[in-house]
């Protein structure tokens, strides 16, 4: 199964649990900068009750593997659990929403899109800048993070919300980062 095919699975699987999504991390970065292969997914979702049922239903073992107590666990606490395809190694990542007010604001700012032939909700460019520069930071100057911030920042220049930009990057504490994206950006 391709990367395309288990994200259009897994979206499908969210949206009869109800469960509101972003599409974040390198795919979203790949669509809207520079595309480069990952095997991770990376999801922000809001989720309901019903979307652990509807996961492991979707996606039985052994050809998958998903935790069931661990998901649980990470919706209880807003934090992380995944799923992957045992097969392929690919891995889908989801990041429970939580109440920080960056990503509140981000997640308010998703934005449907028809690509790769479904429709799906994706992280807005600017968040997909702010994410990734705050990823390097948390990395210690991540060059791959700081690429993927770079080429999206280059490819939507034109489209940019600056002054969203601009407040986010003081908020999140990333000028080092974002002055070292304008001067190696050519947009």
């Known amino acids: 199964m391709s990367q395309q095919d288990l994200l259009r699975r897994v979206i499908r699987a969210l949206e009869e649990s109800g469960s509101a999504y972003m599409l974040t991390g390198s795919f979203a970065s790949s669509m809207q900068g520079e595309?480069?292969?990952?095997h991770d997914i990376d999801l922000v979702v809001d989720p309901t009750p019903r979307v652990i049922p509807s996961l492991i239903r979707m996606f039985p073992s052994p050809a998958y593997s998903l935790d069931e107590q661990n998901a649980r666990e990470a919706i209880r606490a807003r934090t992380l659990f995944s799923l992957l395809h045992v097969a392929e190694g690919d891995k889908i990542d989801f990041w429970l929403l939580t109440d920080d007010p960056f990503d509140s604001a981000r997640f308010s700012r998703r934005r449907g899109e028809d690509t790769l032939g479904m429709k799906l909700f994706v992280s807005s460019p600017e968040d997909?800048?702010?994410?990734?520069?705050?990823?390097?930071?948390?990395?210690?100057?991540?060059?791959?993070?700081?690429?993927?911030?770079?080429?999206?920042?280059?490819?939507?220049?034109?489209?940019?919300?600056?002054?969203?930009?601009?407040?986010?990057?003081?908020?999140?504490?990333?000028?080092?980062?974002?002055?070292?994206?304008?001067?190696d950006a050519t947009p």
């Open 128 to 183: 997909t800048i702010l994410a990734k520069l705050h990823w390097a930071k948390l990395s210690g100057g991540s060059e791959k993070q700081l690429h993927d911030a770079l080429r999206v920042y280059e490819v939507q220049f034109s489209l940019l919300d600056m002054q969203y930009l601009k407040k986010w990057v003081g908020s999140l504490g990333l000028e080092e980062y974002w002055d070292r994206l304008l001067r």
């Open 35 to 38: 595309p480069r292969l990952s």
